[in-house]
């Protein structure tokens, strides 16, 4: 029962990448220029450019190209960048690497912060903490991210407290985590967008099984009050918020773009907005799908911890 | 806690319950008048009237108060010129900031009312057909889902270029799918409901039906989706504005004017900070009565059940 809800979750995920590779590429073949000519200049005799379409199979017709480029996208092999002139695997490859620094470090702070904000929102029901921490998390949530990030950046780079750089700043050839200030500002803009979510809904399904009769029995049986919500509550309010979390993780994989712009982080986002500008197809599509496979993979997982933290499928198998 | 704002009708004498039938039913509150109740709402909505107000009047009164057009040139680059100084031409801020909000203001509206339109359309029809028609239109939610809603917008904008009514159309069906899933939702409930039976039996025409019946008794959930589509609307165009492929120079517009002065926040940091705290209270304005719109319809299904 469960392996095969597992499985049909994991079938419909393949279907939709499927399809998310579909409309990515036919929306991008929409694209005026000739990638050929792009890549070598307007000085390139014909026969050259011939030449080189004939190597980037550009004269092969729009489906035999596509799944050309699907059977690379399995082999790592995204083609080449217009832009660049190099393969668009080579100009990505550090870069999937700092965004995912960045994002898993917003993730290590954000999802804490949020379950711990929304137990202790929901253990002071009523009162003005939980008001307080309420009031703080629908201002935040309704924040862009730009915004977030920009008053950090006043508040701690330029003017009030000029202690932390205000952009990324590596050397090529250096990894991002080698500067560790450059990196405080862009997590914390990515963890505080995140976390009102999770507490919000961590608030709400703590209220709910704070209410419930097992939490009550727990209490009248004499359970210390810790060991209630530490063994009792908190378990079962985090089935429904995994969901959450991994929508937010989710978000992450598209959040990166704006924060990576605002602080000149060197990541897929900022590749992504480059490669818009230049108009370099290859790099659209390639950081397209990589932020798909991120989003149906995370997505897939929430599901994944859903179904198996739902008792009534796990005593049916 | 939302059941305490609602006016419990129980404690009531039956015999008065009889005679103030009529009077009873006449002093329901409206939603409007529910949301006003609670500090949160009242708080939206002065926050989100007040931008909107200098959004769209900001654009007529630009010129006589700053003395300059939001395109006119006023002093040098980054110069303290003025109220606020210059930005990266050396264009008045002021001005451009009182000009700068009519148009993602529009957009954002009107992106949500796409989204709205299209997404309920779809959504009713999914949880009214059902079947076949159901499961295609739900997969294709999916797939949609699947792309984040900035890197879709990206894509299109790639291909059709930062036109308004690119960007318009674009967020309103990034919005769609989700906006589907909630009146998918909402209509699966109501559809089995005795007044939907009774209005089939009648041999009522489907799209009656639809109009009739099932939209007006989804409002509640749809005006929660609307208010919180609407916030993220405004980001999201405010974002794309922000990484410039949204509105064009030399367009006067918040998210742009970001752009175009954070080289310079440290000396003249006008230039971003008004258009900052602006985006801020209107975002912070519209989540607060989306919060407060979803109280108010949540007490209302409170009363009913």
Redesign the interface.
């Known amino acids: 029962m469960m392996a095969k809800l597992i499985l049909r979750r994991l079938v419909?995920s393949l279907?939709?990448?499927l399809?998310?590779s579909v409309?990515?590429f036919f929306?991008?073949l929409?694209?005026p220029g000739d990638p050929a000519r792009a890549i070598l200049g307007q000085q390139a005799t014909p026969e050259r450019v011939a030449a080189l379409q004939e190597q980037l199979n550009l004269d092969e017709p729009a489906i035999v190209r596509y799944f050309l480029w699907l059977g690379g996208l399995f082999t790592g092999d995204f083609g080449m960048s217009t832009a660049f002139g190099g393969p668009v695997s080579e100009l990505l490859s550090d870069r999937i690497v700092a965004s995912l620094v960045l994002m898993v470090l917003a993730a290590v702070i954000s999802i804490p912060l949020g379950l711990g904000f929304g137990i202790f929102s929901a253990l002071h029901?009523?009162k003005r903490r939980d008001k307080a921490v309420t009031w703080v998390s629908?201002?935040l949530?309704?924040?862009?991210?730009?915004?977030i990030g920009?008053?950090l950046?006043?508040l701690f780079a330029?003017?009030i407290f000029?202690i932390l750089p205000?952009v990324t700043m590596s050397p090529p050839g250096q990894q991002v985590w080698m500067f560790p200030s450059q990196l405080i500002l862009p997590t914390i803009t990515l963890a505080l967008v995140v976390a009102p979510y999770i507490a919000r809904m961590m608030r709400a399904t703590m209220i709910d099984v704070l209410d419930s009769g097992y939490v009550e029995m727990a209490r009248l049986k004499g359970v210390p009050e810790r060991q209630v919500i530490m063994r009792h509550a908190v378990p079962h309010a985090v089935g429904p918020v995994a969901q959450v979390i991994a929508i937010q993780l989710?978000?992450l994989?598209?959040?990166v773009?704006?924060v990576e712009?605002?602080f000149r982080y060197p990541g897929i986002g900022q590749a992504?907005?480059d490669a818009?500008?230049f108009?370099d197809v290859q790099v659209?599509q390639a950081?397209?799908m990589i932020?798909?496979v991120v989003?149906?993979v995370v997505?897939l997982l929430a599901d994944i911890v859903g179904i198996m933290s739902n008792p009534k499928l796990r005593s049916a198998s | 806690m939302s059941e305490n704002t609602v006016v419990d009708p129980s404690g009531m004498h039956r015999e008065d319950q009889a005679a103030d039938l009529k009077q009873s039913a006449s002093k329901r509150t409206t939603i409007v008048q529910r949301v006003w109740a609670q500090s949160e709402g009242r708080i939206g909505v002065i926050l989100t009237a007040v931008i909107v107000v200098l959004a769209f009047l900001g654009p007529l009164l630009a010129p006589v108060l700053t003395g300059y057009s939001p395109t006119a040139f006023a002093d040098r680059p980054f110069q303290p010129t003025g109220l606020f100084g210059t930005d990266d031409l050396g264009r008045s801020v002021a001005s451009r900031f009182l000009a700068g909000g009519a148009l993602l203001v529009t957009y954002s509206v009107a992106a949500t009312a796409v989204g709205l339109i299209v997404g309920a359309a779809f959504g009713m029809t999914a949880a009214y057909a059902g079947g076949t028609v159901d499961a295609v239109i739900m997969r294709c939610n999916d797939v949609l889902l699947a792309i984040p809603q900035l890197v879709f917008a990206m894509l299109a904008i790639v291909v059709l270029g930062p036109q308004g009514w690119v960007l318009i159309m674009v967020i309103g069906i990034t919005h769609a799918p989700r906006i589907a899933r909630v009146s998918r939702a909402a209509t699966l409930n109501v559809i089995n409901e005795d007044y939907i039976r009774a209005a089939e039996m009648y041999a009522v025409p489907r799209a009656r039906i639809i109009f009739r019946e099932i939209v007006p008794n989804i409002m509640g959930p749809l005006s929660v989706e609307a208010g919180l589509r609407l916030t993220y609307s405004i980001g999201s165009i405010a974002s794309l504005s922000f990484l410039g492929l949204g509105m064009q120079p030399p367009t006067a517009d918040w998210g742009l004017m970001i752009n175009e002065n954070r080289i310079a926040l440290s000396i003249q940091p006008w230039g971003v900070i008004l258009p900052v705290v602006a985006i801020a209270i209107l975002t912070i304005g519209t989540n607060l009565l989306a919060d407060a719109i979803a109280r108010a319809t949540a007490s209302t299904n409170v009363e009913k059940s």
């Open positions: 419909l279907f939709i990448l399809a998310v409309l990515v929306a991008t929409l694209l029901r009523g629908l201002t949530a309704a924040l862009p991210e730009f915004v920009i008053v950046v006043t330029t003017t000029p205000a989710a978000w994989a598209g959040g773009v704006v712009f605002l992504l907005i818009v500008t108009r659209v950081v397209s932020v798909a989003y149906v997505n």
